[in-house]
């Protein structure tokens, strides 16, 4: 059985059903390609390390036989060197469940980058054929607030924290993975039903939460980045950034396939392409009240913002 998913502005067949997606288009522009296929219980040895990354997965970025290869505790994925293949190596049961949500949620996002993309680390949003990016560290509230935007603003999730960006002469966001990994304070605190809010296996107890409109799979135009900050205000708090303002802040934002000393061309059009979209993207600060009632006064801002450009 063959399984169809879109990603990011990328078709993906899999002969392995995988969690967290968006179904494929029935019908639409061709898109980069990908297929995902069995590789059994044993990876490849690896040849040569390129990174290790740092946190609670993990990951490791090598090579073998001439294609990268990213290592984890609960298996690996060779993938070739333009990401039209990946090989998902690993064991069955709560290993291959935790394995196939790092792949939506941590290799998708950078094999993007493979096919021409672009990807930060941000949650994205949409409405009204407008779409922005939500920029702040870890703790910021980007996953909470979009969820409170999709659930009572009629806002579209993109993606809650790796957002995807394509460039034909504008910059657009496509649609990311379709869960949001969330807290249960959270869930709670939004009115959240229980029942969607499952638990994510290896995430600390965060769950995964599935906004009802997961349909959007066409990218949309980037119209605004807003870098969120929770505050001790009652309301909103909204202020333009200049363009160098907005490039620093956004720089530590990029999220590269290979973060390596040596990968200097990655790098360097990463930053090329970073500065090129905020030459014409406008971008703000918002700092925000920690109440989950400010939502819809968070959207209101959000909008007026966009719509005095």
Not at 170 to 191: F, H, K, N, Y
Not at 196 to 216: E, I, M, S, V
Request: charged content about 25%; aromatic content about 8%.
């Amino acid at each position: 059985m063959v399984f169809r998913y879109h990603f990011g502005g990328v078709d993906i067949t899999s002969e392995i059903p995988l969690t967290g997606l968006r179904p494929a288009r029935q019908n639409g522009a061709a898109a980069p390609a990908m297929r995902v296929i069995e590789g059994g219980r044993e990876p490849p040895a690896e040849e040569k390390l390129h990174f290790a990354w740092d946190g609670r997965f993990r990951m490791r970025l090598g090579e073998a036989g001439g294609q990268w290869l990213m290592g984890t505790p609960w298996g690996a994925f060779l993938i070739a060197r333009d990401a039209s293949v990946v090989r998902l190596y690993g064991a069955d049961g709560d290993d291959r469940t935790i394995l196939k949500d790092l792949f939506a949620r941590r290799l998708l996002p950078r094999l993007v980058k493979l096919k021409g993309g672009a990807t930060y680390h941000a949650a994205s949003l949409a409405r009204d054929d407008k779409g922005i990016l939500i920029m702040g560290p870890s703790g910021a509230g980007k996953s909470t607030l979009s969820v409170g935007l999709a659930a009572t603003e009629r806002w579209d999730v993109l993606g809650d924290d790796m957002a995807l960006i394509w460039s034909d002469g504008i910059d657009r966001i496509a649609p990311a993975a379709a869960d949001v990994t969330i807290w249960p304070q959270s869930c709670e605190g939004l009115g959240l039903p229980e029942e969607d809010c499952a638990p994510l296996l290896a995430y600390d107890g965060k769950r995964a939460f599935h906004p009802q409109r997961t349909d959007r799979l066409d990218p949309v135009p980037l119209a605004g980045v807003f870098f969120l900050n929770r505050g001790d205000c009652a309301e909103p708090q909204l202020a333009r950034c200049s363009r160098a303002d907005a490039f620093n802040r956004a720089l530590r934002q990029i999220i590269y396939f290979d973060p390596s000393g040596p990968a200097v061309e990655e790098r360097v059009q990463s930053v090329s392409r970073l500065n090129a979209l905020l030459g014409y993207i406008p971008a703000w600060t918002l700092t925000y009240p920690t109440s989950f009632s400010a939502i819809p006064a968070v959207s209101d801002t959000i909008a007026a913002a966009l719509a005095d450009g």
